[in-house]
């Protein structure tokens, strides 16, 4: 399954694996602060498991589909936190909402950057050698 | 196979920029209202209707055949339906220079051994100290205030011909530690060290020093304390932030260094903050001078700095608060900042809501004896020898066990020294039944050699005896009851003054017996003085005590002769029983905030401050709390149930079209029958749409009711700024706030905006620490009633509908978003209260803003008794309840709401407006709640009554349409949306096709 594979096809791979840090993180940090948002949650962990399609066939369209996911993530997910920054940007956080940890949405966000950005390199590659 | 790779890496980074987009696309949406006003975007416009006739004869139908109103004119425009940029200019240059004058009014001379005014030549080559020079303290973060020009405070001085050392303000700029900050609450002075021998050097010789400190506090964020642990300083310095820090006190050090060897010949300070500095340190660093500026606002206040330095403006403010020696003496303080109830887990389980929106407390031990009425009637307990006056509690710098007022004030409430003298003569007194008050007419003459303004300021003492100790009706030893502004007096001349003092202000709260305003039995003082202490002072004269010092220390005899005397020979417990508005009312002033009592539900757990016995009421640490189950029932309250004999929803009238327009319901009485046909036409969608603001209400095409605009700040609201407004307070001066009135009532018709404001700021500064203190006007209640009825009534003239807010008890920014908020009824009604009070009764406010916090364990936004109680039932109040900002905050519930007096929620757009609309609905349709529909109509009745009489209606004529507008931005972020989703399935295909095609051609 891993054999003859491009480095693109590992870098995906561990975008793949990076997204479900994100995903169970973003899960335990959520629940704990009463900020759970389960359209970015299920994006996520459809990334995460989509990247099984990249693994275990051969669809040539499948390396896009982590990326959608992913990406629907990021872009929910910015929607969601976007009181939590003005209200930061404005110092008056906790007028409208309160529990969010800015250094734990952004680090969140950075992982699940870094998936997509994985993700789309391995879009431009092939999965094996053989086909590069 | 490679151009298909790179067509599929292509279409992924397409992906990700829509995904990306579109998220921002649902973020834009979501908070469109607010993306319209920061471009500047109508959602409405109005139309002609159909059928109009060519009333001009110029052989079309347009505009200029309908008669556009301006029932809200401007003393700047011609025509408010065409105002010109020139007639704008001429507004905004009217402001500016306006805003000059209310920093020179409002600053407060503390000091002054004849270092000021500054001669021509000492304005050369000043030593700027204080970081502050090159990052003045302007305002708090917080809503409103700001446009307009905005000079800073180098800018200012360098405009009125001061000349300084730019060596030393270029060791400031490039001083690279963390600065000043209301948010992280740092005060950011510099450290020794950029003192360096090079700037030293540049210490010019026969220079005068002016040094400036700054503190900064702001929305969300009180000031520390260093009492509790969350009120510590984040640097580890111990102490409030109220007292120097160790860099203020190395650059003080430094500053008398240098005038103790001659190089200075003047140390002039500068305390450029809205929260008062401890300032018993005058004269240990030499300090020749001192003014408070306070925050000169984000416009041209600095600008009177200079003049007021120069004596181009001789100052004439009076401070607002008592500067207390150490700002931890006030008896609040003990009880601010964060408390939990002790049974935390299980307070949090019985919680419906978010845990930490009711897990947070404060009690206010302190009662009605909040600044000065604490300080100086300890005084007259002990310069009288009693309740255990002089007991060694509460004692902070007082030295010898004993308290001791000199020890404990720097400085009373109503003082300010002025560069001339003045003598007041207390002519007469002279009761005028028609209208309730005595007048107390004062002789002012000016003694000195420069003209100047003085401020009369009139106290009441009212009778403690027997009765008031029985049933807890407690009594300041003075209460401000009236004031009065001197116009400019020139020099020898004298300038007679008549305050009128409202009878009413000498009534008491009794909350134990006759549960409504009582006028004691008793002997009544009235005293004329130059400050809070002095007038007392002159009470214990009447009295024929003796041993009075003055707030240094100094042995006094106080004035007699300025003092009025009478006796009420017995109690009365009607008079003010009934409300002052409505004499014919058969609404009763009497209890209605027993269950914002913590004794209600835990009896014996708090004990209120007393004056009959001072050391064992003095609160001397905070309240602990542990909630019982009655308590924490009334914490998950959700405010409302539905009566049994509510009707049916099908049965209330909604969506009937009578062709009735906004437009045709200007001047229409609020109880006018005519308004049930209005709002009739409103289907419940509609009456929903309408308690939602986001910045203003939608418009609503069925009744012709256009968009509306709601405005925010105390210090500006429309497009200028202005001073702070506890500077705008210290001017002590009636017409000064009513000028702000005026100019923000021009500001608002000129702009055609901010039909509803949230304005002014109306808590009290129950300690000194509160992080808007510098929007809110002062620490005494009836201050604030009387000037906010002059501002208030001046905008409502302007067609702006005034909100004070934070109605009420929002006296602290830590965990105000549903803190429970602990008091007896008195301290409620005759501090937070009072001060709101005036802005309804005398200024006519047709809008309040509620608070976040709840009034005991009930959010305010709930608390019908207090809002249809108080507020609408002795208060006569007829308009507009907003809440504070309510989006998404789980205790303010929106059925609740409604049914408890709220009429609107502030902020409330996209997802949250979603949820209360969907909230608000359910319970009318599962239940078949008639009676929430028809509560519906009434708040959308003074919805519309409130904006019918604001200059919304200017321009709005009967033979207009409205139609609603899509923004422009919104079709083009959903094109571009199109644009990248066709972009990534284009590139999919060309994927597709090449991907394929390869292994066609290897098969």
Redesign the interface.
């Known amino acids: 399954m891993f054999k003859n594979k491009t480095i693109s096809f590992y870098v995906g791979v561990g975008g793949g694996a990076l997204g479900l840090v994100t995903t169970i993180a973003y899960l335990a940090y959520s629940v704990s602060v009463?900020l759970f948002a389960p359209e970015v949650f299920v994006f996520l962990l459809l990334g995460t498991l989509s990247e099984l399609l990249v693994i275990f066939t051969n669809w040539?369209?499948a390396?896009?589909i982590p990326?959608?996911f992913f990406?629907?993530a990021?872009?929910?997910?910015?929607?969601d936190r976007?009181?939590m920054f003005e209200e930061m940007f404005?110092?008056?956080?906790?007028?409208?909402?309160?529990?969010a940890n800015l250094g734990m949405v952004i680090t969140l966000l950075i992982t699940n950057l870094v998936s997509?950005v994985a993700?789309?390199v391995a879009?431009?590659?092939?999965k094996s050698k053989e086909?590069a | 196979m490679k151009k298909a790779r790179l067509f599929r890496g292509l279409a992924a980074i397409v992906i990700f920029i829509e995904c990306l987009f579109l998220g921002l696309t649902i973020t834009l949406f979501q908070y469109a209202p607010y993306i319209n006003i920061a471009l500047n975007i109508q959602t409405s416009k109005l139309v002609l209707q159909e059928g109009l006739e060519d009333t001009n004869g110029d052989g079309k139908i347009d505009d200029n055949d309908v008669d556009k109103p301006q029932y809200f004119k401007s003393d700047y425009a011609e025509d408010v339906n065409n105002i010109t940029d020139e007639e704008k200019a001429k507004k905004n240059a009217d402001v500016a220079a306006f805003v000059e004058t209310e920093e020179e009014e409002g600053a407060v001379l503390l000091k002054n051994n004849g270092a000021l005014p500054l001669k021509a030549n000492e304005i050369k080559d000043v030593q700027l100290f204080g970081r502050s020079t090159v990052i003045p303290y302007q305002k708090s973060n917080s809503g409103g205030g700001s446009g307009g020009t905005n000079v800073k405070y180098l800018d200012a001085l360098k405009e009125k011909g001061f000349t300084y050392n730019e060596t030393l303000v270029e060791a400031y700029n490039s001083d690279t530690t963390p600065s000043r900050s209301g948010s992280n609450r740092t005060i950011g002075e510099s450290p020794a060290s950029v003192y360096t021998a090079d700037v030293k050097a540049s210490f010019k010789n026969g220079s005068v020093a002016i040094v400036m400190l700054s503190r900064e506090a702001g929305e969300s964020n009180d000031m520390y304390t260093g009492l509790a642990s969350d009120m510590v300083r984040p640097d580890g310095a111990v102490g409030s932030e109220l007292a120097l820090d160790q860099n203020e006190k190395d650059m003080l050090a430094l500053v008398k260094q240098y005038k103790d060897n001659g190089t200075f010949t003047k140390v002039i300070v500068l305390l450029n903050t809205s929260n008062p500095l401890e300032v018993n340190w005058f004269d240990t660093y030499g300090v020749d001078a001192a003014m408070w500026i306070g925050g000169p606002g984000q416009s041209t206040g600095f600008r009177g700095v200079p003049d007021l330095l120069k004596g181009e403006a001789n100052p004439s403010g009076r401070l607002v608060d008592t500067y207390a020696t150490n700002s931890l003496s006030a008896p609040a303080t003990v009880n601010f900042g964060q408390f939990v109830y002790k049974n935390r887990s299980e307070v949090t389980a019985g919680l419906a809501d978010n845990a930490s929106e009711g897990l947070y407390y404060v009690v206010q031990e302190e009662g009605i004896y909040v600044g000065y009425k604490y300080y100086e009637t300890r005084y007259e307990d002990c310069i009288l020898n009693r309740y255990g006056a002089d007991s060694d509690v509460g004692i902070w710098e007082s030295k010898g066990g004993k308290w001791n007022y000199a020890d404990e004030v720097s400085y009373p409430f109503g003082y300010g020294l002025s560069y001339t003298t003045f003598t007041k003569t207390l002519d007469g007194v002279k009761y005028n039944a028609d209208e309730d008050v005595y007048e107390v007419t004062v002789t002012v003459k000016n003694t000195g050699s420069v003209k100047g303004k003085d401020v009369v300021e009139v106290y009441a003492q009212t009778p403690y005896g027997e009765y008031e100790k029985t049933n807890k009706v407690e009594k300041a030893a003075v209460q401000l009851v009236g004031f009065e502004k001197t116009k400019e007096i020139e020099p020898n001349a004298t300038e007679t003054v008549t305050v009128k003092v409202q009878r009413y202000f000498l009534a008491a709260y009794d909350y134990t017996k006759a549960k409504t305003y009582i006028l004691s039995e008793g002997e009544y003082f009235l005293s004329v003085g130059d400050n809070a202490h002095d007038a007392l002072n002159n009470i214990l004269a009447a009295k024929g005590a003796s041993g009075m010092t003055d707030f240094d220390g100094n042995a006094v005899n106080g004035n007699k002769d300025n003092v009025y005397t009478w006796s009420e020979s017995k109690l009365d417990t009607e008079t003010y029983s009934i409300p002052v508005t409505d004499q014919t009312s058969t609404t009763k002033v009497t209890n209605r905030l027993d269950k914002s009592d913590i004794n209600y539900y835990v009896p014996g757990t708090a004990t209120y401050l007393s004056r009959q016995d001072w050391k064992n009421t003095y609160p001397t640490s905070a309240v602990e709390v542990t909630a019982n189950q009655k308590l924490i029932e009334t914490l998950c309250d959700d405010g409302y149930k539905k009566p049994d004999n509510a009707p049916s929803a099908l049965n209330v009238a909604t969506g009937i079209d009578k062709g009735i327009k906004l437009a045709d319901m200007y001047g229409v009485p609020y109880d006018d029958p005519l308004w049930t046909d209005f709002i009739n036409q409103l289907t419940v969608s509609e009456l929903i749409k309408s308690c939602m603001d986001s910045g203003g209400i939608s418009e609503k095409e069925s009744i012709a009711a256009p968009q509306t605009s709601n405005g925010d700040g105390p210090d500006g609201i429309a497009g200028n700024a202005y001073v702070n407004q506890s500077v705008a307070a210290s001017t002590w001066s009636k017409e000064m706030l009513a000028k702000r009135g005026y100019f923000m009532g021009e500001d608002a018709i000129m702009n055609h905006s901010a039909q509803q404001v949230w304005c002014p700021g109306v808590d009290t500064h129950r300690t000194p620490f509160g992080g808007r203190n510098f929007e809110y006007y002062s620490e005494d209640a009836n201050l604030a009633y009387m000037l906010g009825a002059e501002q208030t009534k001046v905008m409502e003239s302007k067609g702006v509908s005034v909100g004070p807010k934070h109605f009420f008890a929002n006296d602290q920014e830590s965990w105000r978003t549903g803190i429970s908020t602990y008091g007896n009824e008195q301290g409620f009604r005759e501090i937070q209260l009072r001060a709101f009070e005036g802005h309804f009764t005398k200024g006519g406010a047709t809008s309040v803003m509620t608070s976040f916090n709840r009034i005991g364990p009930i959010w305010i936004g709930h608390y019908s008794e207090a809002q249809d109680g108080i507020l609408r039932g002795e208060w006569g109040f007829i308009g507009i309840v907003i809440t504070d900002a309510a989006g998404v905050n789980s205790y303010m519930h929106s059925v609740g709401a409604i049914m408890g007096g709220t009429d609107m929620f502030c902020y409330t757009a996209g997802v949250a407006a979603d949820g209360r609309t969907k909230e608000i609905n359910t319970a009318i349709r599962n239940n078949d709640d008639g009676y929430i529909v028809e509560q519906l109509k009434e708040i959308n009745h003074r919805i519309y009554y409130t904006y019918a009489h604001t200059n919304v209606m200017n321009g709005l004529a009967s033979a207009y349409d409205v139609v609603s507008v899509t923004p422009w931005w919104q079709p083009t972020i959903i094109v571009v949306n199109v644009v990248f989703a066709l972009g990534a399935v284009a590139l999919g295909s060309l994927f597709a096709v090449f991907a394929y095609r390869k292994k066609k051609e290897e098969n």
């Open positions: 009463h040539k369209f390396t896009l990326v959608l990406s629907l990021f872009g929910l997910h910015i929607s976007a009181l404005n110092h008056i956080y906790g007028m409208q909402e309160r529990g997509i993700c789309i879009s431009f590659s092939s086909e």
